[in-house]
């Protein structure tokens, strides 16, 4: 009986612990992670250089779509990652959410631009469509198909845990 | 430069706690020398982390935007009150704060002096060395002190418009006190165990600790019911929202945990389980802790996270737990305890209701982990909510509360006197019924759940005036707190039973000058307004509403914040003696109308007001105990 009580009293905690460490190490315990594919939405923005329209069916191949803003400070932490990425040759269009338009250039000519284009979403449509709720957010697009969806900043950690093994396994050559 | 003493100053107290940690292991713990020294050695960590947090203040009070942690949760237009609270407005800082509180109730325990050295020492090192865990875990992990390299930037992202509330002030710091306080007897009856001397009175030393830090557990909890009512815009009291949830279980055991420690200093037994309780209710606070930072539960509480968090988090508490299960279990022979509880006394009563205690707890905690563990399974997300809650608690709550009333005439050691009298219990049950009758008169059909709650939260009110009245008619004691605390439990269910069935809520969709009626209440949309304040743009809509004869305007308002972006309602609550009328407005559709709702909250005060009388009792222990002492 004694034996019983203590047993139980170490087993249940145990019980309890391995659990929460099961799920914890799962594979997309990132709370921002989303790996929901849908074809990415047409649209037709203007480049934020030229206003010169772009759509969707100019933008080929494997890339990523980061939302960012000028107001976003977030946005700020994540931009040296980004460039990092662009100077790997990771091809990244740049989607400018709800933000002045002279603010985002000078925002880029600040602190460098490692997009390949820059749309200008200036009600946030195009966001809307995606699924966005709020900057800083990043997908992952191949031919025309939304496969990969990150809420937040991305870092070395969220690129190598959430993006990389997708474009591994899926063999984005493309991309890399 | 601020920001980087700040930061060295906290690396800097984490060696000094890990250097008194080790004074415990090594000094001769029961010399007055080495407790002098371990004593001061503590003291200087804590000031030098009390001063890192100040000056982290400081950094926020000055617009210091090259600190990350800040430029994201500050502005320099914010109020400089709000400055200092954006400051435990996200993970980081809050965290931050977490910990020095926790190394204040060290510090205070620090201070007072202890007859028995070798516990005292081993106490101070036990708590030392969950400092470290949790500074290691602040400083690798979420490190507040980060800096924006290599342009600060102008100004910040300004703090959650929702989070910009006096109840924010002081909503997560008392619940944070209540939750670490539970370090003093975690500490100290780890110490007991370690120092294996079965006679030490631990449970008397602990006890006005473990009462202070439950009564910041209860404010914490009600205040944060309060806000998440009139801010957020609920509607409610309480919502069973996992991080409510993880706050409720702490307080169970805690409430547990107190009135045990009187058990065993008034008969001497119960002395394992108040061992048991005293690390079940830490752990809890801990386990707390680990639900809201490691981003496992997605909730209005919890903050955005890296799993890495969580694993730290979850190694560093099962650490603790399991040594300190591991030594209880040790020791378990230590109190090979003969001695029973007879039955139909006052300890019996108290250990029945330690067991519908655990029950609830119990319960909670599947409630929180079985929609995890059927997302691991099935990889679908379901949620468990107030309907599950509702129908383990009602129950078991009514159970427990006939243990308290038949608690009340028995006594300490022997069974009750079943030839005695029992007057006044009889009396209290009859008032109580014609009261019952008469709530029903008014109410109607209810279902029989709430008439046996609303009838058991009656007799505990009666049956402790009845007492009350006739200690003062015989010139006898009244424990006071005991009285004040169990009638505020009686009025709590009293009221969440009438909450339940009488409040109801109504959904309009209105235009400006357009007149609606619900529940003899009229109500008239009467103006409209758009507002332009400093951080926001407001849409005000201002309702004339009559009802039994008297006339009043509520204004509930639409804001949008302009830093974030983020769109709050502001609801307009008119209070009246037994209900609150609770005014919302929503979206405006297509057509022009508006989304109005109605609330109406009955007794929603005495709920909070009950809330208020547990904690003043546990205040009046904790004077009680400290006037004996002195």
Same mark, same amino acid.
Request: aromatic residues 14%; neutral net charge; charged residues 15%.
């Given at each position: 009986?004694?034996?019983?009580?203590?047993?139980?009293?170490?087993?249940?905690?145990?019980?309890?612990?391995?659990?929460?460490?099961?799920?914890?190490?799962?594979?997309?315990?990132?709370?921002?992670?989303?790996?929901?594919?849908?074809?990415?939405?047409?649209?037709?923005?203007?480049?934020?250089?030229?206003?010169?329209?772009?759509?969707?069916?100019?933008?080929?191949?494997?890339?990523?779509?980061?939302?960012?803003?000028?107001?976003?400070?977030?946005?700020?932490?994540?931009?040296?990652?980004?460039?990092?990425?662009?100077?790997?040759?990771?091809?990244?269009?740049?989607?400018?959410?709800?933000?002045?338009?002279?603010?985002?250039?000078?925002?880029?000519?600040?602190?460098?631009?490692?997009?390949?284009?820059?749309?200008?979403?200036?009600?946030?449509?195009?966001?809307?469509?995606?699924?966005?709720?709020?900057?800083?957010?990043?997908?992952?697009?191949?031919?025309?198909?939304?496969?990969?969806?990150?809420?937040?900043?991305?870092?070395?950690?969220?690129?190598?845990?959430?993006?990389?093994?997708?474009?591994?396994?899926?063999?984005?050559?493309?991309?890399? | 430069?601020?920001?980087?003493?700040?930061?060295?100053?906290?690396?800097?107290?984490?060696?000094?706690?890990?250097?008194?940690?080790?004074?415990?292991?090594?000094?001769?713990?029961?010399?007055?020398?080495?407790?002098?020294?371990?004593?001061?050695?503590?003291?200087?960590?804590?000031?030098?982390?009390?001063?890192?947090?100040?000056?982290?203040?400081?950094?926020?009070?000055?617009?210091?935007?090259?600190?990350?942690?800040?430029?994201?949760?500050?502005?320099?237009?914010?109020?400089?009150?709000?400055?200092?609270?954006?400051?435990?407005?996200?993970?980081?800082?809050?965290?931050?704060?977490?910990?020095?509180?926790?190394?204040?109730?060290?510090?205070?325990?620090?201070?007072?002096?202890?007859?028995?050295?070798?516990?005292?020492?081993?106490?101070?090192?036990?708590?030392?060395?969950?400092?470290?865990?949790?500074?290691?875990?602040?400083?690798?992990?979420?490190?507040?002190?980060?800096?924006?390299?290599?342009?600060?930037?102008?100004?910040?992202?300004?703090?959650?418009?929702?989070?910009?509330?006096?109840?924010?002030?002081?909503? !997560?710091?008392?619940?944070?006190?209540?939750?670490?306080?539970?370090?003093?007897?975690?500490?100290?009856?780890?110490?007991?165990?370690?120092?294996?001397?079965?006679?030490?009175?631990?449970?008397?030393?602990?006890?006005?600790?473990?009462?202070?830090?439950?009564?910041?557990?209860?404010?914490?909890?009600?205040?944060?019911?309060?806000?998440?009512?009139?801010?957020?815009?609920?509607?409610?009291?309480?919502?069973?929202?996992?991080?409510?949830?993880?706050?409720?279980?702490?307080?169970?055991?805690?409430?547990?945990?107190?009135?045990?420690?009187?058990?065993?200093?008034?008969?001497?037994?119960?002395?394992?389980?108040?061992?048991?309780?005293?690390?079940?209710?830490?752990?809890?606070?801990?386990?707390?802790?680990?639900?809201?930072?490691?981003?496992?539960?997605?909730?209005?509480?919890?903050?955005?996270?890296?799993?890495?968090?969580?694993?730290?988090?979850?190694?560093?508490?099962?650490?603790?737990?399991?040594?300190?299960?591991?030594?209880?279990?040790?020791?378990?022979?230590?109190?090979?305890?003969?001695?029973?509880?007879?039955?139909?006394?006052?300890?019996?009563?108290?250990?029945?209701?330690?067991?519908?205690?655990?029950?609830?707890?119990?319960?909670?905690?599947?409630?929180?982990?079985?929609?995890?563990?059927?997302?691991?399974?099935?990889?679908?997300?379901?949620?468990?909510?107030?309907?599950?809650?509702?129908?383990?608690?009602?129950?078991?709550?009514?159970?427990?509360?006939?243990?308290?009333?038949?608690?009340?005439?028995?006594?300490?050691?022997?069974?009750?006197?079943?030839?005695?009298?029992?007057?006044?219990?009889?009396?209290?049950?009859?008032?109580?019924?014609?009261?019952?009758?008469?709530?029903?008169?008014?109410?109607?059909?209810? !279902?029989?759940?709430?008439?046996?709650?609303?009838?058991?939260?009656?007799?505990?009110?009666?049956?402790?005036?009845?007492?009350?009245?006739?200690?003062?008619?015989?010139?006898?004691?009244?424990?006071? !707190?005991?009285?004040?605390?169990?009638?505020?439990?009686?009025?709590?269910?009293?009221?969440?039973?009438?909450?339940?069935?009488?409040?109801?809520?109504?959904?309009?969709?209105?235009? !400006?000058?357009?007149?609606?009626?619900?529940?003899?209440?009229?109500?008239?949309?009467?103006?409209?307004?758009?507002?332009?304040?400093?951080?926001?743009?407001?849409?005000?809509?201002?309702?004339?509403?009559?009802?039994?004869?008297?006339?009043?305007?509520?204004?509930?308002?639409?804001?949008?914040?302009?830093?974030?972006?983020?769109?709050?309602?502001?609801?307009?609550?008119?209070?009246?003696?037994?209900?609150?009328?609770?005014?919302?407005?929503?979206?405006?559709?297509?057509?022009?109308?508006?989304?109005?709702?109605?609330?109406?909250?009955?007794?929603?005060?005495?709920?909070?007001?009950?809330?208020?009388?547990?904690?003043?009792?546990?205040?009046?222990?904790?004077?009680?105990?400290?006037?004996?002492?002195?």
């Amino acid at each position: 009986m004694k034996l019983l009580l203590k047993t139980s009293i170490l087993i249940i905690p145990f019980i309890i612990f391995s659990f929460f460490y099961l799920y914890l190490s799962k594979d997309n315990s990132y709370p921002g992670a989303d790996y929901k594919n849908f074809s990415l939405p047409s649209f037709e923005l203007k480049n934020l250089y030229d206003d010169s329209l772009i759509s969707n069916s100019a933008l080929k191949g494997t890339y990523l779509v980061n939302i960012w803003a000028s107001w976003c400070i977030t946005c700020r932490v994540e931009h040296g990652f980004l460039s990092q990425l662009d100077d790997n040759n990771i091809r990244i269009v740049g989607l400018n959410y709800k933000d002045d338009k002279d603010d985002a250039i000078n925002w880029l000519a600040k602190y460098g631009n490692p997009y390949e284009v820059v749309l200008h979403d200036y009600k946030g449509s195009l966001a809307l469509d995606m699924g966005v709720t709020g900057a800083p957010e990043t997908f992952l697009v191949h031919d025309q198909m939304v496969v990969a969806h990150y809420r937040g900043e991305i870092n070395k950690m969220i690129w190598n845990d959430v993006f990389m093994p997708l474009i591994k396994q899926e063999g984005f050559a493309d991309a890399k | 430069m601020i920001a980087d003493i700040s930061h060295y100053l906290s690396i800097l107290s984490t060696a000094i706690f890990m250097l008194t940690f080790s004074l415990v292991l090594v000094l001769d713990r029961s010399a007055s020398h080495a407790t002098l020294l371990i004593k001061r050695s503590y003291s200087h960590a804590f000031i030098l982390f009390l001063i890192s947090f100040l000056l982290y203040v400081y950094l926020a009070l000055t617009d210091n935007f090259s600190v990350s942690y800040i430029a994201q949760h500050s502005n320099s237009l914010l109020p400089n009150f709000y400055k200092v609270t954006s400051i435990w407005s996200a993970h980081e800082g809050s965290m931050f704060l977490w910990i020095v509180f926790l190394s204040l109730w060290g510090f205070a325990f620090n201070l007072h002096n202890d007859s028995n050295l070798n516990v005292k020492n081993l106490s101070i090192g036990i708590i030392s060395i969950i400092i470290v865990g949790f500074q290691l875990f602040l400083l690798v992990t979420s490190n507040p002190f980060e800096i924006v390299l290599p342009f600060a930037p102008e100004n910040g992202a300004d703090i959650n418009p929702v989070l910009q509330d006096p109840a924010l002030a002081i909503h !997560p710091p008392t619940l944070y006190l209540g939750y670490v306080g539970f370090v003093i007897p975690f500490a100290y009856s780890l110490a007991f165990l370690i120092n294996g001397n079965k006679s030490l009175d631990w449970e008397k030393k602990v006890k006005s600790w473990s009462v202070m830090a439950w009564v910041f557990l209860t404010i914490g909890i009600s205040l944060g019911s309060w806000w998440a009512y009139y801010e957020l815009g609920w509607g409610g009291y309480w919502f069973w929202d996992p991080v409510e949830n993880v706050a409720l279980m702490p307080w169970l055991a805690a409430t547990a945990f107190i009135h045990s420690l009187s058990v065993a200093s008034k008969s001497n037994v119960l002395r394992i389980w108040n061992l048991l309780l005293s690390i079940i209710v830490f752990s809890l606070s801990l386990f707390g802790a680990f639900i809201v930072r490691s981003g496992i539960i997605d909730s209005i509480h919890s903050f955005a996270n890296d799993p890495q968090r969580g694993m730290y988090l979850l190694a560093f508490i099962a650490i603790i737990l399991f040594v300190s299960l591991g030594l209880f279990i040790s020791r378990f022979s230590m109190f090979d305890s003969s001695k029973n509880i007879k039955s139909l006394s006052k300890e019996s009563f108290i250990s029945l209701n330690n067991i519908f205690f655990g029950v609830l707890i119990f319960s909670t905690m599947m409630g929180i982990t079985y929609p995890l563990i059927y997302e691991l399974l099935y990889n679908q997300k379901i949620s468990v909510g107030a309907p599950f809650y509702n129908a383990i608690y009602a129950p078991i709550t009514i159970l427990a509360t006939i243990m308290l009333v038949a608690s009340i005439d028995s006594k300490w050691g022997r069974p009750i006197d079943v030839k005695r009298g029992f007057s006044m219990l009889y009396i209290s049950l009859a008032i109580s019924l014609i009261g019952l009758i008469t709530i029903g008169y008014f109410v109607g059909n209810m !279902p029989f759940i709430i008439m046996l709650s609303i009838f058991m939260g009656l007799v505990i009110i009666f049956r402790y005036l009845m007492l009350i009245i006739s200690n003062i008619v015989h010139k006898k004691y009244t424990n006071t !707190p005991s009285a004040l605390a169990h009638a505020g439990l009686g009025l709590l269910i009293l009221s969440i039973s009438v909450n339940s069935i009488l409040s109801s809520e109504k959904v309009f969709n209105m235009k !400006p000058n357009e007149i609606r009626e619900f529940q003899n209440i009229t109500i008239q949309f009467s103006e409209l307004e758009l507002l332009n304040k400093s951080n926001h743009d407001s849409i005000r809509a201002t309702f004339s509403l009559s009802t039994e004869g008297k006339q009043f305007y509520l204004s509930p308002e639409k804001r949008k914040y302009f830093a974030r972006g983020q769109i709050t309602s502001e609801t307009a609550i008119k209070i009246m003696p037994l209900k609150d009328i609770y005014l919302t407005i929503g979206e405006q559709l297509d057509n022009g109308q508006w989304v109005i709702n109605v609330q109406l909250n009955y007794f929603i005060r005495f709920i909070w007001l009950s809330a208020a009388m547990m904690a003043l009792s546990g205040l009046i222990i904790i004077k009680n105990i400290i006037r004996r002492r002195v």
